[in-house]
């Protein structure tokens, strides 16, 4: 495989800067290995592929004349339920498809400012709820690669993108990325704004990235917030971590030993590890959750619904039925349990570094399913910081991740705390792609 498609983020700018390494270069490696991949994986449902030529030669000139920025030529996958000029923002939903979008979402704008090069849209499930996209996992074509990020997920473990950025309303970033063997991260709710993103449940709605390792989405994440520094120095201590029993129990048999060798490597590179359980039962946080949600989803899908019915999918047009038929004042209960659940589970991660849990209950499982969204819908509800990190593999090939959660608005510590714990762990392979 061309080594092109193996630099670090913070390698692409710099060596472009000491015209060791051309964009138009890159884009071209990167082009060819979608051409060589796309077809197992199926990752992306519309490739730019002039408009990113064209871009890298501009990036080209610059470059030439002197200025390279924080992001120059870096590859990046768009999820298509994000607006880029010009093309259509088709969400896996007929009605949409003949509507290219009139301008960039900010999320888009702001990676082109700072000298990204987009490569298309990577699929979702439709309208980034549960119906499957076409994706297949890079790792076994008859398992699923999670949803609804599901093309941005396989894009980064194929190769064939550095850097994607996804959405969450549950588990959508974080477990398509456990699934797929990559890092994702979601940071707090709200860390940048969701112009020109179609909503699911604007409550509940993340932004969200995938990259390789940790030290890329650290990067990629402080270049995107605007921050001077974009060095992200590895925490040099070992963190304090609880370890969160309440989902060993609910996790599968090999999923749970594996978090807790997880934890005794950890352990035995000093980190202070306890068992813990969260003050509030799991399932209540997981009912407020889908409570708000359904309610949310059947709100904005009201109309559309009743033009189209038969654009819907059997999995999103129940959803968005049932949520039509939640009383007001059980949207309002729920709504003020979730800000008093917050309140409640911000002091108990405000104790360590970070908790540690997997990431999904079991490994990727057939396509018929986006999988199991339990183990990280609690996270999305509260709003607080997710990283999932690929840990290891299963008996028979299947990634394995640990997902570490700290409080809000702590996003730029949990990035220290995984790329101290990323560098405990044995790296994964490439997926076995043909």
Not at 204 to 218: K, N, Q, W, Y
Not at 285 to 313: C, N
Not at 391 to 401: F, K, N, V
């Amino acid at each position: 495989m061309n080594q092109l498609l193996h630099l670090p983020l913070r390698e692409i700018p710099a060596r472009i800067r000491q015209r060791q390494l051309s964009v138009s270069d890159l884009i071209q490696a990167t082009l060819q290995q979608i051409e060589r991949t796309e077809p197992d994986v199926q990752a992306w449902v519309e490739i730019d592929r002039d408009g990113a030529l064209r871009e890298a030669e501009r990036l080209d000139r610059l470059a030439a004349r002197g200025t390279v920025l924080p992001l120059h030529g870096v590859p990046v996958g768009l999820k298509d339920v994000i607006d880029v000029a010009g093309l259509p923002t088709r969400a896996g939903f007929a009605p949409l498809a003949d509507h290219p979008a009139q301008a960039d979402a900010a999320i888009v704008a702001r990676l082109r400012e700072l000298g990204a090069v987009v490569l298309g849209k990577t699929h979702t499930t439709q309208l980034a709820f549960a119906d499957p996209a076409p994706t297949r996992n890079p790792w076994a074509p008859d398992r699923t690669p999670g949803g609804s990020s599901s093309g941005s997920a396989a894009a980064v473990a194929a190769r064939q993108s550095p850097l994607t950025v996804g959405t969450q309303t549950a588990g959508s970033v974080v477990r398509p990325a456990a699934y797929c063997g990559v890092v994702g991260f979601k940071p707090s709710l709200d860390w940048f704004p969701l112009d020109g993103v179609i909503p699911l449940a604007w409550s509940l709605d993340h932004l969200g990235i995938f990259t390789r390792s940790v030290e890329d989405a650290a990067y990629a994440y402080v270049a995107l917030c605007a921050h001077q520094r974009l060095e992200v120095p590895l925490a040099t201590e070992p963190p304090r971590l609880f370890l969160l029993v309440d989902f060993l129990e609910l996790a599968e048999p090999e999923v749970a030993a594996h978090l807790q060798d997880v934890a005794r490597r950890f352990r035995e590179a000093g980190a202070r590890i306890e068992e813990r359980r969260l003050p509030v039962d799991v399932h209540l946080l997981l009912a407020v959750h889908h409570v708000i949600m359904l309610s949310e989803m059947g709100a904005l899908h009201q109309q559309m619904l009743e033009r189209v019915p038969d654009a819907y999918g059997p999995r999103l047009r129940s959803a968005v039925e049932v949520g039509q038929l939640v009383p007001a004042g059980a949207l309002l209960h729920a709504r003020r349990l979730r800000r008093r659940l917050s309140t409640l589970l911000d002091s108990f991660l405000s104790q360590v570094d970070a908790v540690i849990l997997p990431t999904a209950s079991g490994p990727a499982p057939d396509r018929s399913t986006t999988g199991d969204r339990r183990f990280q819908a609690v996270w999305t509800l509260l709003g607080t910081p997710a990283l999932s990190l690929p840990s290891g593999l299963t008996h028979d090939g299947l990634p394995l991740a640990t997902q570490l959660v700290a409080r809000f608005g702590h996003d730029r510590h949990l990035l220290h705390v995984a790329a101290w714990c990323e560098r405990i762990l044995p790296s994964l392979p490439p997926p076995p792609l043909a």
